[in-house]
Each structure stands twice: as C-alpha cells, then as structure tokens.
C-alpha cells in the first residue's frame, strides 16, 4: 500500500464498459510527510474518498479484480483506505486526512 493525496474527480464521457458505474479519482502519490512523489495518477474509488483526502492506495489490477469480484478490469490502481492523519513524533508533525 502506498499514501496519496486526492486531488481531482475524473469525468468520463464514454468509458469502457466494465468501469461503468465505478468512480475515478485523480491522486498524487506522497511520502509520509506529504511531499509529491511522481505523477499523478488516474485510481478507482469505492470508498468515496473526497478532494483534498489523504489516502492508501494499491497500483495492482488483479488485486481490484478479486475484491470486486471481476474477472478482469483496465485499472490499475485503487484507494482502499481514507487516512484520518499520520503522526510522527521523532520530527514533531502531523500530516492530517
């Protein structure tokens, strides 16, 4: 599992047809500290994660195939769970959800 910060909604006006009905979130995958890490990415969302969320997130297909119960779907990442705040006291912060 990697930490992300959601940072947009992705509106699709045709999508294949295994996605329908299933939300897609723009995230930026961060450190523990919140600083960006790569590019962002194009994720499901089950969990109705909001803008702004800090986030787990996994980049493996086949992982979100058995949890839905799906043979095979075009994603390949997706948040599984909503970080309410991360706490690190060796360096006295707090990254918040």
């Known amino acids: 599992m990697r930490i992300a910060r959601v940072i947009g909604n992705v509106y699709a006006t045709l999508k294949h047809e295994k996605l329908t009905g299933i939300k897609l979130m723009v995230i930026q995958p961060v450190d523990p500290d919140g600083s960006a890490i790569g590019k962002p990415i194009i994720v499901a969302d089950y969990l109705n994660a909001a803008s702004g969320s800090l986030v787990y997130w996994i980049e ?7 949890i839905m119960g799906i043979k095979s779907i075009p994603l390949r990442g997706c948040i599984v769970g909503l ?15």
């Open 60 to 66: 493996d297909g086949s992982t979100i195939c058995k």
């Open 83 to 97: 970080i309410d705040s991360i706490d690190m006291k060796k360096m006295g912060k707090v990254l918040e959800g």
